[in-house]
Every structure is written in C-alpha cells, then in structure tokens.
C-alpha cells in the first residue's frame, strides 16, 4: 500500500481485496484508510469470503472505477515511477508491461532477464513457447480489453496468472517498457513454491488444466498457434512427467507421458522425457532410482 501511495501519478484509486485473512489483516487496512485520503489517492476497501487470487483479483477489478487498472499482490511492491511512466507510454496500446526485480532471499535479479524476452506487441506464440512473458505486477490494462478478454480462471488456483497472460496475449497489442519498475519478491511460502509431494500433484494438476483451458479459450482466435501450443504443452509435460520420474512413480510418468504424446506429437521434449523413463524403469529393476538434479529445483 505505501508502494502504491509513493507513486508520481495522480489520480490513483486504491482498490484493497481482503481475501478472508484471519489475522486482522482489513482492521488494519481501514485504519490506513485517513493515510490514503491525505496521500491524494482515493480508497476502496473491501473484505471478502476467502475464495483464492484469481477471484480475489476479479472482485476487486470489478470495483475498479477507472479506464486503467494495475495489478499489485499483497507481498510485492510498485517504484514510485511505475504508473507515471507506464500511463505516458501505453498509448494506443491495449496494456503496457515492464521488467520487475525479482527477490529471492539475497539474490536479486531483472525479470525476464533479458528485454528481449518481455512481452511486446501481440505475441501469443512467444507466450506459449515460454520466450515471451510479463508478470502479473507489471500490468497496466485498459478496462476495455478485460471486457473484451475476461477476467481470471476462478476454477485454477495456481497458474491462473499464465491462463490470463497466454489469453492475454491472443486480444491485447502490449507496450513494452525495458525498465524495472516493480519488485517481486519470490519467498518460501508463495504459491509458487512447492513443499511436499502432495503440493506438487496439485500444482501439476493445475497445470494441465491451465494448458486445456488456454486452448478451448482461444483456438478459435485469428492468431491462434496450433504449433506453439503443442510446444508450450510439450515442455510442461516434460517437467510434469519428471516429478514422477523423481519420486519413482514409473506409473504416474508413464500415463502423463502418453497424455503429452496424445496433445503434442512426438515433440522433442517429450522424446527426450521417454529416454528418461526408459532409464528411470532399468534403475528400477535394481531398486535404484533417477535423481532430481541440484540445479532444477522440484518445481521447476
């Protein structure tokens, strides 16, 4: 919230969506509700039964007054220039997008790391091939393209910002600005993060749920890339068939190794998962099993 007051840009109205939180998290946040006023922006205070982020977004972009809207969840932060300088630069475009620095622990880096892999123009195919991409707090948006999009997924709850930004990509011209101009900050207990195995059949489950929703969204679109999205869905069932390699579930990568085939054809990513299962199945006969490497964390 004192990320969003510190902005350059005026006006600003402050829409605030408490999600069902237990710890006094919205007492809190109408007794800020005098700071607002004073900062010259306008509050907007709601509380709501918990129901996830995707719905928790839609509710408050419902409520949203103005033709712009900006995204900002609870953990991460806007620089004061942010709004000013996406506003002045969206011109005729549908949304206008930025890098972000990424914090994860002390490590702190851009996001994407290259300009060259920020969303720009109308670039569906870049999206679902995984070389094109925005975070959900660089976005500045038209209210007229969410009339013409929707909103987000309420049926995900993980990845319903890669549902939004892959059909994102298929309405919206984006306008690129190369700066950081937010931070996202990555820290162990987001959503992201996976901590048990159970988590990870959730996540995953999502996941291809994510791909199938993407592609009865948006099939039917001028711009759609068959190709692209058979990539897109070739190399999340890679990854999805090696959490099974690594927990030793040959049955579970087997199954997801054939649904991947059925969506994507023998694409190279799922060649390459096939010649892992094969050596994951000889280890097994002798009671040994294929590692998850140091370098690729378990979600990844």
Known sequence: MQSVLAQTYRPIELVIVDDGSPDGSFSQVQAMADEIRAAGVTPSLHTKANGGVAGARNFGMARATGELI????DDDLFMPEKLARQVAAIGTADACVCRVERRRGARIEPYPTHISGLLQGRNP???MRNQAWAHTNSLLLRRELLA??????ESLKIFEDDEFLWRLAHYADVAALPDVLATWIDHPGSLSQVPDWPSMLRRDENRRRQ???TREACA??????EAAWRDGVAEAYRQIINH???RGDIAGAKQNLARGFELA???KPLRKARRKLWKARLLGLVGLR???PKRDPLYD
């Open 148 to 153: 013409r999009m929707g909103t987000y997924n």
């Open 125 to 127: 195919a870049g999206v």
């Open 220 to 225: 039917g679109l001028p711009n759609w890339d």
């Open 211 to 213: 791909l199938e929703i």
């Open 290 to 292: 294929v590692r998850n």
């Open 70 to 73: 900006a995204l900002l969840d």
């Open 244 to 246: 099974h390699i690594w």
């Open 265 to 267: 054809g023998p694409l």
